[in-house]
């Protein structure tokens, strides 16, 4: 069975411009969501899709968006780049329908900003 | 405000004894505690994780204790070995929402020493 699988490992950016970063979760899962890790910060979860829909989001400005497919796969995009943003971004999966289950995570994304 | 704290930032430990890193939590809706392991430039790894309703969960050489009335978990490993040299995460979840949310500690780095 195929774990989180993560594009791309590595981004390096310039401020102000924007980023999408790609996550396809374990099959049958229906749960995606997003961390940001930062040094010092540890995981804070940026938001969680199900079926397509946001359920729930981090405090984390708008210009960190994301939205899921039909298929499960997720996409997170952060716009207008800040150098605060470099970060490791991690996506996890999860069989979550309510019952306690863990995440599944991804390599993450490294991304940088100059 | 930190819901989930783990106050130790590092541990050394040598190898064949028993390494214990704690967790501490605030969030009395927090029901369900996991653990994770990471090393540089991966993903989290899930380790164990125990349900608010038991005390105790063993799996090989892990072990995690859950202490309601103080809001406290621990992880042990034994005996350690240096393939354990990591950042273990402790995580928490809590119902209702619906929606699946992990909130994180900033990680314990765990040094076993040969």
């Known amino acids: 069975k195929a774990g989180v699988t993560q594009t791309p490992r590595y981004l390096i950016k310039t401020r102000g411009q924007q980023v999408t970063l790609s996550c396809s979760p374990i099959?049958?899962?229906?749960?995606v969501s997003w961390y940001q890790q930062t040094p010092g910060q540890g995981l804070q979860f940026l938001f969680e899709y199900f079926s397509e829909t946001q359920r729930n989001k981090g405090n984390f400005p708008g210009r960190f968006s994301g939205r899921q497919f039909s298929n499960s796969r997720s996409e997170m995009n952060v716009s207008t780049l800040e150098l605060g943003d470099s970060a490791l971004y991690l996506c996890a999966s999860s069989s979550w329908t309510g019952a306690n289950t863990e995440a599944f995570f991804g390599q993450g994304t490294r991304l940088t900003v100059v | 405000d930190q819901q989930v704290k783990q106050n130790s930032p590092s541990l050394s430990v040598q190898e064949g004894r028993i390494s214990i890193l704690n967790c501490d939590y605030t969030?009395?809706?927090?029901?369900?505690f996991l653990w994770y392991k990471k090393y540089p430039a991966e993903g989290p790894t899930f380790l164990i994780s125990?349900?608010?309703?038991?005390d105790k969960n063993e799996d090989g050489r892990f072990t995690v204790f859950l202490n309601k009335s103080a809001k406290h978990l621990s992880l042990h490993i034994v005996p350690s070995q240096p393939g354990d040299s990591a950042v273990y995460f402790c995580a928490a979840s809590a119902p209702g929402a619906g929606s699946y949310q992990l909130t994180f500690g900033k990680g314990t780095k765990l040094s076993v020493i040969p």
């Open positions: 125990i349900s608010s309703i038991k």
């Open positions: 099959s049958g899962h229906r749960s």
């Open positions: 969030n009395s809706m927090f029901d369900y």
